[in-house]
């Protein structure tokens, strides 16, 4: 599983790509971090990690020349770096935290959304 140094060497790695000028595979390292990060808060139970990966997620928006101004949650910061990261479904991601960070949405989505969490179960095992 990857953790905290996996998400600073995404962090470092897109930071580099990013001058110069490599913003696809930028963005996608920003988002490997943030989801890393998330991850990491979870697992850890230290949501000090959100600080880090609200930081990542925000660059990986203004790669793309938009701005994000609120901080997000665990559950939403999840959401959207897995949807997000989908459209880099073709390149590797971090050994399996794509899995374990769906698996863990899932989790949290079962009370509210049984639905939702069901598809993500799902995406976990494809």
Known sequence: MCDKKDARRHMELAKLQETQGDLHNARKNYLE??????????????????KDA?????????????SVHQELGKTELAK?????????????M???HRITTMIEL???QEKNDPKEAANNYLKAAD
């Open 80 to 92: 959207r770096t897995i949807v997000e990261l989908e459209e880099f479904e073709g390149d590797n």
């Open 94 to 96: 971090c050994g399996e």
């Open 33 to 50: 971090a943030a989801s890393i990060f998330v991850l990491e808060a979870e697992v850890n139970r230290d949501d000090a990690f959100l």
């Open 54 to 66: 609200n930081d990542c997620y925000r660059r990986s928006k203004a790669v793309l020349g938009e």
């Open 106 to 108: 899932a989790k949290r």
